[in-house]
């Protein structure tokens, strides 16, 4: 059966025609392109998520991260995606997945008593998890943090304080220039309003990291994580402080540069996790 890749977010369908809409992102057929590259569509545009291609050989592999493809005599040392590194990479015609042990000569008791075998498994699985693998494992299983990740609850939840926090800077650097209270008082609602809703932001964050790319931390989710907890730290940090004392929002700027300065530290922050984030969902 046919492939057809969408070229503005990447998703795949499969059947002999393109659907009329992309159920992902609202692209029409046009967008489609055949991944195949037998049938007319136009393959020479840029896909979301393009293989990258070696001259010297067709064999496929993919990254069990993200799910980028990359076509090469060999996986290459950096997925450009996710940044997970070349031991994430399987062929793509390989049956056998990292998650899946090849079959060994000490699983052959499974055909004589499966239940004593897979309940010795288990147990000796749980003796060998770390706190961590545990935690991914039951986050995982939950119906509940399935469904956030089915209804894309962090994308909601995250675009929310992304598009305030932009105008909580904004208001902070217009009170500071123009010493308006009905300035510097918005503002602080804006921050604060950021600082309550970031507990959500990670909580969803976590959740799609473990559903969606298994908890593999590689480069990019360590700098998420790490923007992340600094917005929520400074995000609290400076709503206390506007608290504390009010009048630094009216003060001069010569006295309150790094109120100030902090304020567009935490948008940096957010501005990088949102870059990477959108590095992760369109793929390109």
């Known amino acids: 059966m046919k492939k057809w890749q969408c070229t503005v977010c990447g998703y795949v369908h499969e059947g002999e025609e393109p659907p009329d809409e992309c159920p992902v992102c609202g692209a029409d057929k046009s967008l489609f392109v055949l991944l195949d590259e037998t049938g007319s569509g136009d393959t020479t545009s840029s896909p979301a998520i393009e293989p990258s291609v070696d001259a010297d050989s067709s064999k496929k592999w993919r990254c069990t991260v993200c799910g980028y493809v990359h076509q090469g005599s060999e996986p290459p040392e950096i997925c450009p995606v996710c940044g997970a590194d070349r031991s994430q990479f399987v062929p793509v015609d390989d049956t056998v997945t990292p998650d899946e042990p090849e079959p060994s000569a000490q699983t052959a ?3 004589k008593d499966p239940s004593a075998t897979q309940e010795s498994t288990q147990t000796e699985s749980a003796s060998k998890e ?18 956030l990740t089915r209804w894309h609850a962090h994308p909601i939840a995250v675009h929310i304080p992304n598009g305030v926090l932009p105008i909580s800077v904004l208001f902070t650097l217009l009170a500071a220039l123009f010493s308006s209270s009905s300035l510097a008082i918005a503002a602080q609602y804006n921050i604060g309003f950021v600082a309550i809703s970031m507990p959500l932001v990670i909580g969803t964050g976590i ?4 559903n969606g790319f298994k908890g593999r931390l590689t480069n990019i989710f360590r700098v998420k994580m790490v923007c992340a907890g600094i917005v929520t730290l400074l995000s609290f940090m400076l709503t206390v402080w506007g608290i504390v004392q009010p009048e630094v929002y009216t003060a001069a700027l010569s006295t309150s540069w790094f109120f100030l300065l902090l304020h567009l530290v935490n948008l940096a922050a957010a501005s990088v996790a949102g870059w ?9």
């Open 130 to 147: 770390s706190p961590m693998d545990t935690f991914k494992r039951q986050i995982a299983a939950s119906k509940y943090t399935q469904i």
């Open 276 to 284: 990477y984030g959108g590095k992760l969902v369109f793929r390109k």
């Open 207 to 210: 959740v799609d990291w473990i």
């Open 109 to 111: 008791p499974l055909k």
